[in-house]
Nanobody, 117 residues
Framework: VLLVESGGGLVQAGGSLRLSCATSGITFSINRMGWHRQAPGKQRELVAQVTIGGGRRNYADSVKGRFTISRDNTKNTVYLQMNSLKPEDTAVYYC???????????WGQGTQVTVSS
């Protein structure tokens, strides 16, 4: 299984970025796809996730109303549209997909998002 994130970069506060996560080699049923982030000196945290079956979306309180997660089931690709970015959004963003069994849990290599004030 391979997850490849793209779309990160440097942006000024108030700007936007769109992250993409392309997947390949998936041989199991996907339960959910999501984005996590980890800032320096902090624990990795869930930013947003979407369930494949029901399409239910969950967001961290800190990004509600600014970030939108979406998916393309035909391509097993997940996106994160990030608007009104703040310096505190600066982190490495990781894509994650999970199946219905504990071993079906995969991560991408991460993409850096830096928001300047």
């Amino acid at each position: 299984v391979l997850l490849v994130e793209s779309g990160g970069g440097l942006v000024q506060a108030g700007g936007s970025l769109r992250l993409s996560c392309a997947t390949s080699g998936i041989t199991f049923s996907i339960n959910r796809m999501g984005w996590h982030r980890q800032a320096p000196g902090k624990q990795r945290e869930l930013v947003a996730q979407v369930t494949i079956g029901g399409g239910r979306r969950n967001y961290a309180d800190s990004v509600k109303g600014r970030f939108t997660i979406s998916r393309d089931n035909t391509k097993n690709t997940v996106y994160l549209q990030m608007n009104s970015l703040k310096p505190e959004d600066t982190a490495v963003y990781y894509c994650n997909i999970r199946g219905y069994y504990p071993n079906d849990d995969y991560w991408g290599q991460g993409t850096q998002v830096t928001v300047s004030s």
